[in-house]
């Protein structure tokens, strides 16, 4: 059931062609499901098409390219895995900044399976607590992460799972961490609201 507080909240899902199906869709899914305005960002206009295991698979409409993507208007960012996919982003100078702007105000970035390649090349992994696919272990190490190998690793903003049987932790994470927003932007209203009451005497 959506909730209408979630109706508020907007994600990011950065993508393009190669991205592995199951893993765009199916938080596409339990985010709308919520009641989220999900908007896939990627680096053309027109359509990208998703890999399905071991071939290609469904196309999805990109809503707006990188350039055009303002950080300010989305509440968190998803970054969906597949070889082909992230290794594309990874090397896109807008992509990547667009990324990092989100680490630096300290949004929720959800990347899964691959995706941590873009954590790694947009250089916001070290020090921190993470999971992926096996083979990006040793790339998240050399670049100053700890590597963990569980559904889904929650370290400070960033969200990472390591492949779609993940898929159900890391949704769910995803909506906590856009809830635990809420709350925390409502305790912040609050105090703003009892530092302008009118003092009684």
């Excluded at 469904?58 to 350039?67: G, H, P, T, Y």
């Excluded at 996919?85 to 105000?105: H, T, Y």
């Excluded at 390649?117 to 993470?130: C, D, P, R, Y």
């Excluded at 049987?165 to 609050?190: H, Y």
Aim: proline content about 4%; hydrophobic content about 40%; some cysteine.
């Amino acid at each position: 059931m959506a909730d209408k507080k979630m109706s508020e909240k907007s994600v990011a899902i950065l993508a393009t062609d190669g991205f592995e199906q199951s893993e765009l869709f199916e938080p596409l899914k339990a985010m709308k499901d919520a009641g989220v305005q999900v908007k896939i960002v990627s680096l053309k206009t027109g359509k990208i098409k998703g890999w399905n295991e071991k071939d290609w698979g469904k196309e999805i409409d990109v809503d707006m390219v990188v350039d055009d993507a303002d950080v300010e208007k989305f509440d968190a960012l998803v970054l969906p895995g597949g070889v082909i996919n992230p290794d594309q982003l990874r090397i896109n100078k807008q992509a990547m900044r667009f990324v990092q702007e989100f680490d630096e105000a300290g949004k929720p970035i959800a990347a899964i399976c691959h995706g941590p390649w873009s954590l790694i090349e947009a250089g916001i992994v070290k020090g921190k607590t993470v999971t992926s696919w096996p083979s990006l272990k040793t790339d998240l190490k050399n670049a100053g992460a700890e590597w963990i190998d569980t559904k889904c690793s929650v370290d400070g903003n960033l969200i990472t799972s390591r492949n779609p049987g993940d898929l159900p932790a890391f949704n769910q994470a995803i909506l906590d961490a856009l809830s635990k927003e809420m709350v925390s932007q409502s305790k912040a209203t609050e105090s703003r609201n009892e530092k302008t009451q009118p003092t009684r005497h």
